[in-house]
């Protein structure tokens, strides 16, 4: 993902960074308050999501908002976006892992 556009908004007190691709479209923003013990939170522009790390962001962005889950279980009807929810699954309610 190119990031190209970075806009600070300073509020009362909040702060909120957006960050745009290169295209113009929207991809996530942070707020933070001025207390420096508080983490900034990320939060997807197209569904409101929140993240405390930039790069969990990342990854909502590139593997699960907007798209279908594409890691389906052979057991039961469970599909998830991302490969290790799949095998956490696998172990936690059919106590097995399968390779992939």
Known sequence: ????????????????????NRDGSTGMSAECSGNPSVQPLYACMNCGKQYKLRGSLRNHLRLECG??????????????????????????????????
Do not use: V, Y
């Not at 009807?77 to 992939?100: C, E, S, V, Y």
């Open 1 to 20: 993902m190119n990031l190209g556009l970075w806009q600070l908004t300073m509020g009362t007190s909040l702060t909120t960074l957006r960050i745009a």
């Open 67 to 100: 798209k279908e889950p594409q890691f389906q279980c052979q057991l039961c009807d469970k599909k998830t976006h991302q490969k290790g929810n799949l095998l956490r699954h696998m172990i936690l309610f059919h106590k097995q892992a399968k390779q992939f």
